[in-house]
C-alpha cells in the first residue's frame, strides 16, 4: 500500500456506507487522518471500529450535509481535531427516481440540500484552510452530472450542479493552489444503487439507459480514483471530471 496521505488530514462525508466509507478506508490506509461525517451514527461507529483495527487514525461527527451551519462547525472541528485541513472529500448523497409528476417539493428541497448544497456549504467553509495546506476537494458527482437520466431529474439537477461547483471553484482557487475535482461514477454496488427501483409507469427501455456496458463497479474502484486526485500524483489536475461508468455514457 503507498503512503501519499502520511501526516494529512481529510474530511469524508458519507463514510458510514459505501463508496464514502471505502474512500475514508483508502485513504487512511494510505496514512490520512480521518475526519469521518454521516448522519448515520451507527454506520459511523460501525466504520470507526473496522478503520481503528486497521490502524487508522480516525476521528467521527455525526453530521447531516445539508444544514449549513452544521457543516460550518463541522469544517471548524475538524481543523481542530486535527491540526490542518489537506482533503476535503464531499460524498454524501441520496438518490430516488420517480416519473416527473410524482416528484415533490419535500423531496425536491432534500436531495438538493444533501446532494448539492452539502458541497457548496463544505467547500467554502474549508477554502481557507485547504488554502493554507495547499490542498484540494474531490466531489463526488455522478454519470447523472454529465448526461440527462430518465426518471432521475432531481438528482441529475444535483449532480449537474456538483460539477458546476467542481469547475467554479476549480478555477477561482488555481493560482491559490487549491486543486478541485470530481469523479463521476456510473452504477456501483452499494446500498444506495440496492434500494434503486423502477418506478411504476416508466418505460423499460429508458430506464435501461442508465445501465453500464461493463458489469457494475465497487466502492473500492471509486475510492481508488478519489485518491488519486486527492494525491500529489494528480498535481496538475483541476477541474477535472472522471468518470468510471462501465462504458455507460460511451
Ligand atoms: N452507488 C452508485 O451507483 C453511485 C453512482 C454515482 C454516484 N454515486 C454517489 O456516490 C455517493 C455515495 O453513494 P453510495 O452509493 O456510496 O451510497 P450509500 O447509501 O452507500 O452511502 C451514502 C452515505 O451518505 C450518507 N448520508 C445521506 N444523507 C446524509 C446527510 N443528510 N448528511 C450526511 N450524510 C448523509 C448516508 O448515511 C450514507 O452513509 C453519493 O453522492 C451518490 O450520489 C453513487
Known amino acids: 500500500m503507498q503512503t501519499r496521505f502520511q501526516g494529512k488530514a481529510a474530511i469524508v462525508t458519507g463514510a458510514a456506507s459505501g463508496i464514502g466509507r471505502a474512500t475514508a478506508l483508502r485513504l487512511g490506509e494510505e496514512g490520512a487522518h480521518i475526519f469521518a461525517c454521516d448522519v448515520d451514527t451507527s454506520g459511523l461507529e460501525d466504520f470507526a471500529t473496522e478503520a481503528k483495527g486497521a490502524g487508522i487514525r480516525v476521528d467521527t461527527l455525526a453530521l447531516d450535509v445539508s444544514d449549513g451551519e452544521a457543516c460550518r462547525d463541522a469544517v471548524a472541528q475538524a481543523v481542530d481535531t486535527c491540526g490542518k485541513l489537506d482533503v476535503l472529500c464531499n460524498i454524501a448523497g441520496i438518490s430516488q427516481l420517480d416519473l416527473l409528476e410524482n416528484y415533490s417539493d419535500e423531496l425536491w428541497n432534500r436531495m438538493i440540500g444533501i446532494n448539492l448544497s452539502s458541497v457548496f456549504f463544505l467547500s467554502q467553509a474549508a477554502m481557507p484552510h485547504l488554502i493554507e495546506t495547499g490542498g484540494n476537494i474531490v466531489n463526488m458527482a455522478s454519470t447523472a452530472g454529465l448526461q440527462g437520466q430518465a426518471y432521475n431529474a432531481i438528482y441529475c439537477a444535483a449532480k449537474h450542479g456538483v460539477v458546476a461547483l467542481t469547475k467554479s471553484n476549480a478555477q477561482e482557487f488555481a ?61 496538475y489536475i483541476t477541474g477535472h471530471t472522471l468518470t468510471l461508468d462501465g462504458g455507460q455514457t460511451i
Open 175 to 235: 493560482r491559490r493552489g487549491v486543486r478541485v475535482n470530481a469523479v463521476c461514477p456510473g452504477g456501483v454496488l452499494t446500498p444506495l444503487l440496492r434500494a434503486t427501483k423502477m418506478p411504476e409507469g416508466a418505460d423499460a427501455e429508458l430506464f435501461g439507459r442508465m445501465m453500464p456496458l461493463l458489469s457494475l463497479g465497487r466502492p473500492e474502484e471509486i475510492a481508488t480514483a478519489v485518491a488519486y486526485l486527492a494525491s500529489d500524483d494528480a498535481r
